[in-house]
């Protein structure tokens, strides 16, 4: 059974960083592409970033620069560095892993303060 768990989020500063973690189980992953997606309250989730298993990246216009995704096939693991963050980048965060339907998990918090 795919589980993905995400951790790393929290409240920090406009400008600051954070590094999102997320923990992939019940298979291997290292040939599937992954990625990262956010909700912000009242609205639609959106894409941000994708990494496929051969490591070619992805990003949103809206982090591009600013955010990179990486992962860890090793260990099943990808991450989401985010610097520079904004107000507007407050979210939930939730990575998942596209197989033939697409597994998500259970996100995590980033708020950032003005």
């Known amino acids: 059974q795919v589980q993905l768990v995400e951790s790393g989020g929290g409240l920090v500063q406009a400008g600051g960083s954070l590094n999102l973690t997320c923990a992939a189980s019940?298979?291997?992953?290292?040939?599937?592409?992954m990625g990262w997606h956010r909700q912000a309250p009242g609205k639609q989730r959106e894409w941000v970033a994708t990494?496929?298993?051969?490591?070619?990246?992805r990003h949103a216009d809206s982090v591009k620069g600013r955010f990179t995704i990486s992962r860890d096939n090793a260990k099943n693991t990808m991450y989401l560095q985010m610097d520079s963050l904004k107000p507007e980048d407050t979210a939930i965060y939730y990575c998942?892993?596209?197989?033939?339907?697409?597994?998500w998990g259970q996100g995590t918090q980033v708020t950032v303060s003005s």
């Open positions: 019940g298979s291997s992953f290292s040939s599937k592409a």
């Open positions: 998942a892993v596209y197989l033939s339907k697409t597994y």
């Open positions: 990494i496929s298993g051969g490591g070619a990246k």
